[in-house]
């Protein structure tokens, strides 16, 4: 095995480092020795104290990611560790009957770049990071073991890669993964397009918030999904009892719909079109809503952009208003860690304000516990949604 390096952090630098914060920017580096990219690095203080053990890369925008802060070997025995305790965390999930599960959060879960879905037992596994990649040999057995998957799919062609110098990834690591795979999640059942889909092929991380939806719901309540993908949020309405429309730009998130309503005898209209354009064209006089939806991707992830997300959040708010029945609710999600409740709610302040409307705030509701969000760890709550009431 190569000879691990060293990297010295700065003076001061190493007290985030204690306190669980896993990551080093390239400016907190004092010095590195024997180090190579991809490869594993013994973090130490100024004063030579041990830190913990992380990959490096200084390719990457954050070249230091720690993997433990105590003395142990990085080998499969390590990984079989982690695995279970990921896994037992999850343990209420899986009792609950959910079957599409994130077994694997990357930092949340301390394998920092290693992200797993698991869905009807078919695991699909995204590597973020040149060290994960370069530890595969330790985690790939572990992972089909502790998660008893029948098969696991290496679906690695996030943009992010590049970044790390990785390039895209899709290829089978175990048995024969299925193109598409079927999971109950809040009692309803779900296709998740494992291969052709967005991500991983289910977004996981929004179930706690669907289930609060369809307890709200009422019988009879018109409700539009906007960013509907797969119709996550339109299926739990349409099984409280809601007449739902799914708006989304990719034909196969509608098509996957349209078959997920099928698949648990409900019913749901879908509409190809781009949400924004789609919420500013509608007549004034069309036929407001009980419930609108807005749940677009993350369009922002770094701070630099995060204006034109604020922007887009207020666009879509902006033209949703007044399609909303007076007493109407609006779930407004955010998906990135730019976006705090405080912005986002400032947003939905601001639309509201300048279309003369008061909204209550009723609900605050984030991603599911599979998701987990280490405090440690700030940049791992990302997903919030606010429940709007129009007064
Ligand atoms: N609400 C979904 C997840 C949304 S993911 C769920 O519960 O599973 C974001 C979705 O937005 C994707 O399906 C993507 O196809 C869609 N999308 C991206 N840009 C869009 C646009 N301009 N108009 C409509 N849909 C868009």
Redesign the pocket.
Known sequence: MAKRGKVWLKPGREKKIRNAYPWVQKGEIRQVADVEDGGLVTLLSVDNDPLGIATYNSQARFPVRVLTREKEEIDAEFFRRRFTEAWSRREGLRAAGHTGIRALYSEADFVPGLILDIFDGHGVVQVRSLGMEKLREHWIAPMVDVFGLTSLLEKSDMAGRAEEGLDSRVEALHGNPPDSAQIVENGLHFIAPIREG?KTGH?CD?RLA?ARLRDKVKRGDRLLD?????G??ALHAAAAGAQVLA????PL?LETATQNARLNTLTMDTLE????EYLEALPEDSEPFDWIIL???AISKTKETRDSLKWAVWKLVYHALPHLKPGGSLLVCTCSYQMGVTETLETCRLAAGDRGCVLLLDDITLQDVDHPAPISFPEALYLKGLWLRKV
């Open positions: 967005l977004y929004q669907r906007c960013f509907s993908y797969t996550g949020f708006v989304d730009i990719l998130a079109a781009n949400a924004f749940d677009p991707p």
